[in-house]
């Protein structure tokens, strides 16, 4: 899990200002999906360091979450 939340941080334009961010027309709300996922690696960072290892099906749900917010961002343009 520590793993692939550092690959996420790396994939996904967290830092992005918000005026690029909302720049045009939007499919879906790129903003609430940056949101909603700092949020869960936010959630799983305090699990993992309070000791608290995922299982099979929250990493699966994690990584699906992963890569719905990753393909909305390409579809918005937000990464190449």
Known sequence: MAQLILDV???IPFDMPEAQICGGH???CPKKLLSFLENEIES???RLDGGHPPNLGELNRFGASCRKV???LQRNQLIP
């Open 9 to 11: 941080r790396r994939a």
């Open 44 to 46: 799983w960072q305090i």
């Open 70 to 72: 990753y393909t909305a």
């Open 26 to 28: 939007c499919i879906g």
